[in-house]
Structures are given as C-alpha cells and as structure tokens.
C-alpha cells in the first residue's frame, strides 16, 4: 500500500502528464531520509521537470512541507528514462538550418490579464481544496 507522500506526490505528478498509467514512485528509507524515486513515460519527463527545473523545484517544496509536518526529510529523484526518441518528423517537413526562430510579440490587452487572473484564481482555490482534502486522510 502507498503511503501518504506516495500518494501526494502521484497525485500531482498524475495531473500534470499525458500518460498517467505509466507513473511509479518508489519509496526507499535510509541515513538521509525518504527517498521517492519517480518515474515517468519519457515523454512526460520535460513536463515533471518544467522550464528551468521550475516544477521539479515547486513538487520539492511541497514535500519539504508534507515532511515538516510529518517530521521527515524527503528527496524526490526523477528517473530519466534514455530510450525516448521523439517523435519523427515527416519526410517532406524540412528542417530549419542553424536559423533562429523569430517570435512576434502580441499585445496584451488589459481585460485579456483579469480573464486569466480569474481563472488561475478558481484553478488556485480548486488546488487548495484537493489538498486539504488530502490532508484529511488517515492513512
């Protein structure tokens, strides 16, 4: 049976990727802590691991405060799967050469900023709620 942070840390994971059968977390104990070794199809690992380590570092940091809480220190070890190769592309797409990829910037009006702080702000509450759901387990 999981434990808690298996399950906190699958629960999150799972909501992030595009392949949620093909999560496993595998718990190990040792002089350092609880170790939680995460694995994920290879075509997820970029999403688990964000821009910059950015997710990776936010799921860290959540385990850090389930572990204050639980009195436990936690490392989260994202296994990197090598057989991935992405998708090919067609035979008729050519491939740019060594040209950098121009971005147009777009303006942003002010009603289109208050649209998505609305919805982050559901999403944010939404959020808040699961976890304290999850914080109401007995396990």
């Known amino acids: ?9 699958e629960y999150i994971v799972k909501t992030l990727v595009n392949n ?14 609880v170790l939680l070794s995460l694995e994920v199809d290879p075509e997820d690992v970029g999403r688990i691991i964000g821009r910059r380590g950015a997710t ?8 850090r405060a389930l572990g204050t809480k639980n ?4 490392n ?6 090598d057989d991935y190769e992405p998708a090919a592309k067609h ?14 910037a777009t303006e942003v009006e002010d009603e289109d900023i208050e649209e998505t702080t609305e919805e982050g702000s559901e999403l944010a509450k939404k959020t ?3 976890l304290a759901d ?5 396990i």
């Open 1 to 9: 049976m999981a434990t808690i942070d298996q399950q906190f840390v």
């Open 20 to 33: 949620p059968d093909k999560v496993s977390i595998d718990r190990t104990i040792d002089e350092k802590g």
């Open 56 to 63: 990776a570092q936010s799921i860290r940091t959540l385990l």
């Open 71 to 74: 009195d436990a220190r936690y």
């Open 76 to 81: 989260l070890k994202i296994v990197n799967n």
């Open 91 to 104: 035979e008729d797409e050519e491939a740019p050469a060594d040209e950098e990829e121009t971005v147009e």
């Open 128 to 130: 808040r709620q699961e």
């Open 134 to 138: 999850l914080d109401d387990l007995d």
